[in-house]
């Protein structure tokens, strides 16, 4: 308070120059679940920029494309930095040790100059077919497991970025915890440091959240190089018999170019590949979380993608190379990072100097975020901006649209991303990731809502339901030119025309799609049999197979298809208390959201169908060769008593 009475004494405005609006006073009343509803609310009250002081720092909030793109993209000289995050221990601005959150210094440079080369190598690669890979045990886990399909996506997403920072999947569970342990540290509503700052300056022993930070912190420094040592290892001696080739990641590439890249410690390097796979771990399973909740509350868009996926792909899954004849499903990405941000208060830039926008002025020093939410709200650019609808970015009539068709509607360059010379490194991957996760989730599932949860907000409600029987009258229809520009390509069958066309599948695709709760791949005589007798694999190395007996790996695979049913668990009584002033509706089933920096769907119910038993089988197969073949290796524990540590390392406890 002193400071901010000190502050507004100090600053005296320039001639003909005015003070931002905004909500005056120091506001504590920012709640700590959806916290950005509060600051839209406020710009619907205050205007596109507006400013407010909370805990003594002049934050401005941005809910304009333009008004972003004016300062911080076009004045980026002042508008790069980042602000000081006090519950870190590691000064988060000089320390090297957080590329997204440094300071515009020599080390930012060098590590955001390693993160563009690498991010082009793998991208020029296919990403080294991870995605791809990976989407195999990604369907097989939601056939078997389908209520923990949030542990499902996220899993996905962690192995294919711990593929590519290491070249194993086997990090992916330890980054995943690194990746919420660090966005416990960052975000203002998280670590208890961030709110009382004094505690960070006290001795460990006086002070839990010191103590916690601190074994964080030499956890992850612990991890990094642990992961680094050991790609150094295999990439100098590879193990004669390990079964597995060193693959090409990041760390790789880090070690055959660090002295070019002007690195002097090997640690930095550690730390800027861990950043990208930190960056990447979490972020890109919310979006594919939205989707199924998108798709749960508006079941009427689905036949269009299906509809796509069948033509494009028919009996194979949908593959990164597909992206230009697929904007259908480009556009159901595009519209589910429109819908739920991920990120969506942004990422806050700092300014260095005075500066005067519009006739206001913006003191030096001050935090500026993008709200993406709003941004992506704006009632110029979108009809109906709470509504989910991906048909308009591929109807001509909506002003989103955009042509050609085999690039637009892309993710790229999107202000979900971010702005100026700070934008994100990692569009790349995102976009392989969410084509190829996306595309093969619906390439084999429906999303159907069940009963008792209702519809999402009185405007949802309005959104006609689909109807099976009226299925054909109900259709969102797309222009000819959408439907059919795969040229070459036919037009794809209807649903029961795909019955009939796969003869013996015809019952069982009946069953899959009938209401009942069940989602399990009723698999086919012959799939079982595959199943039993696997084709002979000339690799069948990887340690766990083979300290595993055959049948009992089949029978637990058969046991695991066996138990999945509908994903279902969670209760009304978990649905958000969303305290900022006239959010839309506390009631809104799409909006509970986990409490951090990144927009997580809590888990919530709905039902998940396999469209086609073939396809189903199809997985189970692939899952069962690339198995043997040592792909899917295990997460692995790296702290004593299950990961549980000692005082020294391990997991901390998050609460998200
Ligand atoms: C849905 C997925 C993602 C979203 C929404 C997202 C969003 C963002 C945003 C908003 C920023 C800040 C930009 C700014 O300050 O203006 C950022 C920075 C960054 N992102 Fe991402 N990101 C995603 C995925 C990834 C992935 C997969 C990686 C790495 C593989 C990555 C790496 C980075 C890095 C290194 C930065 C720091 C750039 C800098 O400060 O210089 N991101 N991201």
Redesign the pocket.
Known sequence: LVRYVEKTKKQRLPEGVTRLPGPKGVRPDVPEKNSWMAFHNWGLEYGPIYQVNLAGHNHVWISRDRIAQDL?TKRSANYSE?PFIPALEQDNRTSGQY????SRNEL?TRQ?KM?KQI?DTSAKNGFYAYPELESVRLLFELMSEPKRYNHALESFIARV?SQ?AWGTSTAADELKQRARELLVGVSPTGALGNKLPVLMSLPEKWSAPKAWEARRSRTEKRFFQTMQAEVHEQHSAPKAGSGRAPRQSWTSMFLDNKDKWGFPTDLEGAYAVG???I??AL??A??MQSFCLANTHYPQYQHLLHEEIDRVCGDRMPRFSDMPDMPVLRAFIRET?RWR???PT????ASVKDDVYDGYFIPAGSIMH?L?WSISRDPEVFTNPDAWNPTQWLKPEFPTYQEPLTRFPTITSYS????????????G??EA??FVGIGCMAWMFSWHAVPEIGAATPELAQVEPLDLQRRDESKVLLPDHVRGRTTGLQTPPAESEISMQLGETTSRSRQGSSDSAFCMPRTSTKAVESILTPPPSPQVKAQTIAETPTMSLLSEIRSRVASAFTTATSSRAQQPKVSARAAPSAEDPTMDFTTLLIAKPNHFKFELRIRDQSKADDVSRQWMDLKMQGEFEDSRVFWKDGNRGDREFGWGEVKI
């Open positions: 911080l980042r590329l997204p959150l440094m930012w955001r993160g991010m970025t590519l950043m990208h796979g960056a990447g972020t890109i919310a979006p990072l941000p991920p990120l942004g990422i806050p830039h993008p993406e979900q991303f971010g702005y100026g010379r700070r934008i994100c490194q990692g569009m991957v995102t990731d969410l």
